[in-house]
């Protein structure tokens, strides 16, 4: 007998919100319901059949509770100042203006609400270097800009992002009550993108700080801010990634979100279920220079360590640790005897600084500090990013295919701290390398007195981006003082080699597939 069409279309309706989440714990007596419905109009009766125990079914947050207690503590920035441009410059107003090589990939450094776009992997433009003959001398142009923020304290102090008010010469403070204040900057730190500003208040509401290392990938969280000067808009989605870094020279462990962020949010706070911020909204990556489903917050646990730092001395001490890193893959691995690609490769140690002082050396793989395991070399300088100089470290190391144990005392801020360096594609088949010693003027020159100097490159080692004037310093970790020690760590790798090579006065890493 033919199932009766409204009785189909009952099941599929059911079926449909069961598989969309709506229904969720209801879905049995929705379907009980359209069985005893069709029996009661005379069609014959289904016996329903015992269903397998479903997994507990994950309920949605109140977004809107979330946000009438979180909401009266995030605020709006408008920021005015000046920048100076020349004649020959596109300041970015002009619509018609011809199409720049980096429009839509590189933003002016000097608009604190455009500056939300950092882009990655374009190096920020210099202003004031000529394009040819006759240039203006460059002058001040008015500047304005939006961003958000959160209150922390009752008494006015105010979390935001760096770039939201640097070059700012007015700071306006807007709360959900519509009053406005004049915001004095306490200080900012580029290096994090992190900014305290003060507001002349009292008894105002105070964002609650959570715990942004308890946050779990795929957990629900919601933005609130001022994207493009519409206050307290709301958006909503999910934690996509932990520790994400980005490569902008920044040491942050992003957490990245598939929340809708577009300029003007930039400095306010990332939520979570608990009406807890567990981040500041910093940066999207984007090719368009809207949303694209990739937000980038800074965690709450760093922002509050900077402020901190802000707040009691008016400046902040980076910890670092003087070494350039790379990332572990699996020739380097094979190379090193890993046991699978984790860690952080040193390619270099800065002279006198931390590292060297603890005796770490290129070649060496990091692969604990105090107890944290290093997966990723990413993982290293977001580590030592909360740490402060002075602070004790205990390097887990792989060495010469054994494991063992370093102490290091973090240094200040000397340099840009550690610097995470690129990898080089890999070939396949033979080395490829002519090679000579160098001469006594270049040994000089140098400052090493050891190494190959490469005449030419061919096959793999070209193809791994070897060229013509590397110095190769070591292999697989030993150091090469002549042919014949290149040959022998070469005779006795596997997959593939590791060189450490020196150009232009910079050390990296780079793996060579032996085919």
């Known amino acids: ?55 507990p079914m994950v309920s949605l947050p109140n977004f809107s509770t979330i946000t009438q207690q979180a909401g009266p503590a995030v605020v709006n920035i408008s ?20 199409p720049s090589a980096n429009r839509g990939q590189q933003i002016d450094p000097n608009d604190p609400m455009l500056q939300f776009f950092r882009q990655f992997g374009f190096g920020v433009p210099q202003q004031g270097m000529p394009r040819g003959f006759g240039r203006q001398v460059p002058q001040e142009v008015p500047m304005a800009g939006e961003g958000s923020g959160f209150i922390i304290s ?35 730190d580029p290096k994090t993108d992190i900014a305290v500003i003060k507001i002349d208040a009292k008894d105002l509401p105070v964002a609650k700080i959570g715990d942004s290392k308890a946050i779990q990938q795929g957990e629900w969280v919601l933005a609130i801010g001022s994207p493009f000067g519409f206050e307290n808009s709301v958006t909503a989605g999910v934690v996509s990634a932990k520790g994400r870094a980005l490569p902008d020279d920044s040491s942050v462990p992003f957490i990245q979100t598939d929340v809708a962020i577009n300029p003007g949010n930039s400095g306010g706070p990332l ?44 400046k902040v001490d980076h910890a670092r640790l003087g070494v350039v890193i790379q990332e572990v893959n699996q020739a380097f691995a094979d190379s090193f ?65 054994k494991a063992t144990i370093l102490q290091a005392t973090l240094g200040g801020n000397v340099s840009k701290g550690e610097q995470v360096a690129g990898n080089e594609k890999v070939g396949k088949g033979k080395l490829g390398l002519a090679l000579r010693e160098l001469t006594p003027q270049e040994k000089q020159a140098s400052g090493s007195q050891q190494g190959l100097i490469v005449e030419q490159a061919a096959g793999p080692a070209a193809l791994a981006g070897v060229q013509p004037g590397d110095v190769v310093l070591s292999v697989n970790g030993a150091a090469v003082k002549g042919i014949e020690d290149l040959r022998k ?23 060579v597939q032996l085919g």
């Open 1 to 55: 007998m033919s199932v009766p069409s409204f009785q189909l279309g009952s099941r599929k309706l059911v079926a449909a919100l069961l598989t969309a989440g709506v229904l969720g714990g209801v879905g049995a007596s929705a379907l009980q319901h359209v069985q005893w419905s069709a029996h009661a109009q005379g069609a014959p009766a289904v016996v329903a059949q015992a269903a397998p125990a479903a997994a």
């Open 79 to 98: 920021v005015r100042g000046t920048r100076k441009v020349s004649d020959d410059e596109d300041d970015g107003d002009d619509a018609d203006a011809a």
């Open 154 to 188: 009752p008494d006015g102090t105010i979390l935001t992002n760096a770039h939201v008010v640097k070059g700012a010469k007015t700071v306006t403070v807007k709360l959900t009550d519509r009053r406005e204040f004049k915001a004095k900057v306490l200080g900012s």
């Open 271 to 314: 939520i979570n279920a608990r009406g807890e911020v567990v981040g500041i909204n910093s940066q999207i990556y984007s090719k368009s220079g809207g949303y694209q489903g990739l937000s980038f917050a800074i965690p709450i646990d760093l922002a509050v360590n900077i402020k901190d730092q802000i707040v009691s001395h008016g």
């Open 337 to 401: 005897k890993l046991p699978k690609p984790e860690g952080a490769l040193v390619a270099s140690v800065e002279k006198g600084g931390p590292a060297d002082k603890a005796g770490l050396q290129p070649g060496d793989v990091i692969t604990g500090y105090n107890g944290q395991a290093i997966v990723s070399s990413n993982d290293l300088p977001a580590a030592i990013a909360t740490a402060r100089p002075g602070t004790q470290a205990e390097l887990q190391v792989w060495r010469g295919g």
């Open 489 to 511: 760590q070469v005779a006795q790798s596997d997959k593939s080699v590791a060189l450490l090579i020196e150009r232009n006065g910079q050390k990296i890493f780079v793996p």
